[in-house]
């Protein structure tokens, strides 16, 4: 049997990510490499539910690398190469399904024992379909005008490599290609040099579906605004213009809708099954028995030794999952939330409630740090000062915060880094960032390494 892996950099994909796995499971892959690169949305949290049914390692990516794609290939390649007879490096918009044989392990049998170190597999491009808004549905069934044979993105590849190579070298820049000790061809034995061949592309036995565009919406609020992590530039209306191309509708992938839907159905809603949100009004709620991007028990451990912490405030604790952590290590903890529905299945007590839209909560003694995971957001700007209060009786400040566009429930100040530095340097802390990107680079698949910071209170 062909063991066959994925390397994947993921991106806010969770409207799509259940499909994608499920859709290239069908096909014959088995393991998963997901690496999540400034995810701000719940695709970790579907991922986490998936893993039930899917072989799937999720990592997350520190956001201030420079090449953060070329990084997870090499990363995942050089840690899981040796597990997988092929991994294919893809998109979280690209399918890759075999064009005749029933199964990817049945296409690749007759390329194992050819001289190479790896296939080149050609895109084929599809457009908007003319949506609007993106349509409810599978991707794979909503968009099936693609651009005409011939036209010339589809001359682009993506690498499928043989596993356990003793050489593994990366293109500069290129996440498309990469240099391995015997080469890259394509499905004709053609060698291929870069990541845009000179070939015309052919699908007789493989095939990648590109969805470049999606609908105009999500073009323009989401594609748009995002910086690619491959160092591309970011999609303007030059790339709409060149890539919504819907001149062919085409058939490939209607042999594999109704299976992917048996698969998706006995899944089940993985996302909704296993996360429950507590909603609380204005005081934002929480996730019922914990919410997993909060839980970072590596980066605790080492807060508590760094910085040698005795005491805790929890601010914003929910359930208490970080609070009872603290407390089960012997550290002093503090904790406070602004719902009281949390005190039906919280796993911590006591928690003081405090509301701070109706005002400050100061504690009555200094603490050594201050963690806040995931609260920020949801305060409005005008009651900051009422939450700095708490944070201004620690030494230690230790913090995430939601990203603009990362939308949820009652957020309503989603700012940059730059924004939390300025407003918490106005209440006497000093913004460290390399303690920032320390714990940032310990890749916890958490909220931390997407937003985390670390304040130092230099009026104590």
Partial sequence: MIKLGITSIQHNRAPWIKEWVAFHSLVGFKKFYVYLHKCADTTQKILTGLKKNFDIEIFTVDQNLEAPQLWCYQDSYIKHGDKVDWMAFIDSDEFLFPTSADSMEHALK??????????????????????????????????????ADGYHNNRHIKSLVKGGLREFFLAPDNPHFFQTPLGTYDENLRPITKGWTDYEPTYNKFRINHYATQSRSFFVNVKSKFIMPDGAATPDESFWEEHDRNEVFDHSMDKFIEPLK???????????????????????GYVEGGDEGTYTPRLWDTLIADYDIKSVVDIGCGEGHASKYFADKGIEVLAIDGSKKVLATAVYQPIIIHDYYQGAYIPDRVYDLSWCCEFLEHIDEEYIPNFMATFKKSKIAA???????????????????????EQFKKYGFEYSKADSLKYRSLNEATYFPISGMIFLNKEL
Avoid at 128 to 140: A, C, D, T, V, Y
Avoid at 401 to 421: F, K, T
Wanted: with cysteine; proline share 4%; aromatic share 12%.
């Fill in 110 to 147: 007759e390329f194992s024992d050819k001289k190479l170190s790896a296939l080149g597999v050609y895109w084929s491009c599809f457009g908007s379909n003319g949506f609007i808004k993106e349509p409810p549905g599978l991707m794979i069934q909503n968009y099936k005008y693609r651009a």
């Fill in 262 to 284: 048996d698969i998706l159905s006995l899944i089940g809603d993985t996302d909704t099954q296993m996360i429950k949100i507590i909603d609380d009004g204005h005081l934002g």
């Fill in 399 to 421: 913090v995430t915060h939601a990203l603009p566009g990362q939308e949820g429930y009652h957020h309503v100040n989603e700012r940059d880094d730059a924004y939390w530095i």
